[in-house]
């Protein structure tokens, strides 16, 4: 990924921090989740996204 392309995706996620269902919260939850797992989480995605709303 080239510079350019990397700001812009920056910058995206900057401007839809917040909204419900942005491509920001994607991939906190995706990150949460998948380095949970690494660890030997037994948490599925959607038990982890009603865990995260709640704090």
């Known amino acids: 990924m080239n510079n350019e392309h990397y700001e812009k995706f920056l910058k995206i996620l900057k401007e839809t921090k917040g909204i419900h269902n942005s491509l920001n919260e994607i991939l906190k939850y995706d990150f949460i989740y998948n380095s949970n797992?690494?660890?030997g989480s037994t948490f599925t995605k959607e038990?982890?996204?009603?865990?995260?709303e709640k704090i």
Do not use: F, G
Not at 47 to 52: D, N, S, V
């Open 37 to 39: 797992k690494i660890e």
């Open 47 to 52: 038990a982890l996204q009603m865990l995260m």
